[in-house]
């Protein structure tokens, strides 16, 4: 594995639970469906993801695909789409996660250590008490 590219694209773990309708048309009516391309694939063009792979699972999911976006709104209107038109008929449960390559990760888990460091400790001094509203408030990244 690659770890020095830089992705300049958002990788997702998409993940559907077929509805038993569609289980059903597909067991009884028509088992070639399976090969065939998703319904729904002109929503991934429209929002230009490129699929790497779909997986049929025997477990929580009935369908996992990794898709490939240019950016995380991408995934968001396709999971929009996808619930907006085929949520309770082809599927009754659709989700996404967004992968991290390991530089990204080691990247992600670098800014939050340094979160931690300026952040209260609430094991140590218990959580806070009150409300804050956060609205509309830019926190800006203090210069080393």
Request: hydrophobic share 35%.
């Amino acid at each position: 594995m690659d770890t020095e590219k830089k992705t300049t694209s958002a990788w997702f773990l998409l993940q559907g639970t077929y509805s038993p309708y569609t289980w059903k048309y597909r067991v009884t009516t028509d088992t070639d469906d399976f090969k065939r391309p998703p319904d729904m694939l002109g929503l991934f063009k429209e929002v230009g993801a490129k699929i790497h792979g779909i997986w049929y699972s025997f477990g929580e999911y009935d369908l996992v695909a990794i898709v490939e976006v240019e950016k995380a709104e991408d995934m968001a209107g396709l999971i929009i789409g996808m619930r907006a038109g085929w949520d309770g008929k082809a599927f009754d449960k659709v989700n996404a996660t967004q992968l991290l390559t390991q530089d990204e990760a080691a990247a992600a888990c670098a800014k939050g250590a340094a979160g931690l460091k300026n952040s209260r400790d609430a094991s140590k001094d218990g959580p806070l008490t009150g409300t804050m509203d956060y609205t509309n408030v830019e926190f800006k990244k203090e210069k080393k």
